[in-house]
Nanobody, 125 residues
Framework: QLQLVESGGGLVQPGGSLRLSCAASGFTLDYYAIGWFRQVPGKEREGVSCITSGDEVIYYTDSVKGRFTISRDNAKNTAYLQMNSLKPEDTAVYYC??????????????????WGQGTQVTVSS
């Protein structure tokens, strides 16, 4: 059974940090580009970042540049999103997704093959 499971979300104060994990099971991440998305109620799912299967970071959405870092550890079959200097506007459900192939697809939901269930991140004092 192919599965992606996010973890690491929670409640954090503004300026704090969290590291999200995306663990794959039932398949290997080696041949997939990995994206992180986020969504708040009433809004479309937003692409946050993507890393190719070759470990090349392709993009960060403007609002997280300099604060978030995407990475992957194929030996652990896991991807990460390190989030620093968190702001209240970063509050959302965060999802990881994968697309088979080297390159990152456009940051559009239907471009990705598999999705995790999401993890809630709340930034509040």
């Amino acid at each position: 059974q192919l599965q992606l499971v996010e973890s690491g979300g929670g409640l954090v104060q503004p300026g704090g940090s969290l590291r999200l994990s995306c663990a794959a099971s039932g398949f290997t991440l080696d041949y997939y580009a990995i994206g992180w998305f986020r969504q708040v109620p009433g809004k479309e799912r937003e692409g946050v970042s993507c890393i190719t299967s070759g470990d090349e970071v392709i993009y960060y959405t403007d609002s997280v540049k300099g604060r978030f870092t995407i990475s992957r550890d194929n030996a652990k079959n896991t991807a990460y999103l390190q989030m620093n200097s968190l702001k209240p506007e970063d509050t959302a459900v965060y999802y990881c997704a994968v697309d088979y192939g080297y390159y990152c697809p456009a940051p559009i939901v239907y471009e990705y093959d598999y999705w995790g269930q999401g993890t809630q991140v709340t930034v509040s004092s």
